[in-house]
């Protein structure tokens, strides 16, 4: 509990990827990269909005229905805070790549998804953010557990959490616990979220490249 | 950061905005009350312009993309009310805009019309009528590869971007197909509005060093062309790299090559 978990770097939609910091052992990492608004095959193009594709590639062997099935979660959180409307008949593709695994995976891919979508520029309603929560047998709630703390708890619950009020974007669980457990772990979950999305924006304050200039009435070649 | 709080939005101009925050504005003393005019073009005075990375909502403006806020005055008999806001952000990936100059390569020609890939999620189309002095019998002289700078006549998200290479006089302006020397590189939007700003630094330095033909597309790309092929490389270098050198180190790099 309270191990900086650092989501790791995004890339710049139209294809590039870069990692901005170094590893520290133990911690898990995902890499990020957004491709879009990009070409669609017609099969797949929607008429009213965007077709948001996520692809997870764990760190070893092929992707499996466990990836899979955090593909989906993903992709439904992240066209839930995409104005995917202003962009129909494109796709928006989110690759995730698992660096190191430590715990805490599926919400650590959450918010490379956000940060993804951020540096990218792509329109969003909101930020959001990925916390876990583990149940251990007495009832007790831990946050952020790493993979041992995960496998000797009774249930582990993880929540993406909007900027927005801290609306819950997804809630998943895995292992029995009863409705009052599971409001409990949601409240300690928009508790750590102020806190988590304080250390990724910096305090409010977003690492950029300031750019001059405004993009219209100025500037444009006669 | 607590849950987006409203604040009004003269206080966050210059501020780093994220999506979410929603931005207060003073009501407006008209008899028609508040209304946001979305889109390019004057505003009218009095009236409020809502930029890029903004979208109108209930309460005010509501933040779709991370940046700072601007702000600017309107000219003219504006007065307090009135004027434009919008949010710098950076991207790498184009969305067609409607009168946006900009460089497209040549992919298909059919019968009567060129499709161009400008980097933006469709390919535009181009009439072959749409040059200068362009009728039936006298065609242009466009083939696959070609490099053409046009500006966009209909870009929204529901159609298929088309683009032109005259103005609305007839004249082509600095439009057309772009030469076959020369060298066409790719950097980031916000690098090309800063290029693009009057009284950029960066050019009038460039232009101290070697004399150069340049052109700047709105979508990202640049075409440089200078005597030899190695002051081209140079002058692409400089502009590639400028994006991440404060002005020091722009000074230095430029004072190190004029050595030579």
């Known amino acids: ?212 200039g405004n993009p219209w009435g100025m500037g444009v070649p006669s | 950061m607590a849950a987006a709080e409203a604040l009004p939005a003269e206080e966050r101009v210059g501020q780093v905005v994220l999506p979410g925050d929603v931005l207060l504005l003073p009501a407006h003393p008209e008899a028609d009350g508040e209304r946001l005019w979305l889109g390019p073009g004057a505003a009218l005075p009095g009236r409020l312009l809502c930029g890029p990375g903004l979208r109108s909502c209930g309460a005010g403006l509501l933040v779709t993309k991370c940046g700072l806020l601007r702000h600017r005055q309107p000219g003219g008999a504006g007065g307090g009310s009135g004027g434009a806001y919008w949010v710098d952000s950076q991207q790498k990936r184009y969305v067609p805009v409607k009168g946006d100059h900009v460089i497209g390569i040549v992919t298909i020609k059919a019968g009567d019309i060129f499709k161009l890939d400008v980097g933006g999620s469709e390919q535009a189309s181009l009439s072959y009528l749409a040059f200068e002095g362009a009728t039936k019998r006298n065609r242009p002289n466009v083939q696959v590869g070609d490099l053409i700078y046009g500006q966009f006549i209909v870009a929204n998200k529901d159609m298929e971007p088309e683009m032109v290479c005259i103005d609305s006089s007839g004249r082509a302006n600095g439009m057309g197909v772009i030469g076959h020397e020369g060298l066409l590189f790719k950097v980031s939007l916000g690098l090309i509005r800063k290029l693009l ?61 004029s050595e030579r």
């Open chain 2, 197 to 257: 700003a009057p009284n950029c630094e960066i050019i009038q330095e460039l232009g101290q060093l070697y004399p150069f033909e340049i052109v700047f597309g709105m979508n990202g790309r640049i075409w440089v062309k200078a005597k030899t092929i190695q002051q081209t490389l140079i002058v692409a270098n400089i502009l590639e790299a400028c994006e991440h050198m404060t002005a020091e180190q722009r000074t230095q790099a430029l004072a190190k090559l």
């Open chain 1, 1 to 212: 509990m309270g191990r900086g978990r650092a989501p790791r770097f995004p890339c710049l939609g139209g294809g590039r990827v870069l990692p901005r910091s170094s590893l520290p052992a133990g911690d898990t990492s995902v890499l990020a990269g957004l491709y879009g608004p990009a070409e669609v095959k017609v099969s797949k193009e929607m008429y009213d909005k965007a077709t948001v594709e996520v692809l997870l590639r764990p760190k070893v062997g092929l992707p499996g229905v466990f990836e899979k099935n955090r593909e989906q979660l993903i992709r439904k959180t992240c066209e839930a805070v995409l104005l995917g409307a202003l962009h129909p008949r494109t796709s928006i593709t989110i690759v995730l790549q698992v660096v190191s695994d430590a715990g805490s995976l599926l919400a650590c891919c959450l918010n490379a998804a956000c940060m993804g979508l951020m540096d990218a520029g792509l329109p969003m309603k909101s930020l959001f953010c990925g916390v876990t929560c583990a149940l251990d047998a007495t009832g007790a709630i831990g946050l952020d557990p790493t993979a041992k703390q995960e496998k000797e708890a009774r249930a582990v619950l993880t929540f993406a959490i909007s900027s927005v009020e801290r609306q819950v974007l997804l809630s998943t669980t895995k292992g029995p616990c009863s409705v009052e457990e599971e409001q409990l772990g949601l409240w300690g979950g928009q508790a750590r979220y102020r806190r988590r999305v304080r250390q990724e924006t910096g305090g409010g304050r977003v690492p950029w490249r300031q750019g001059e």
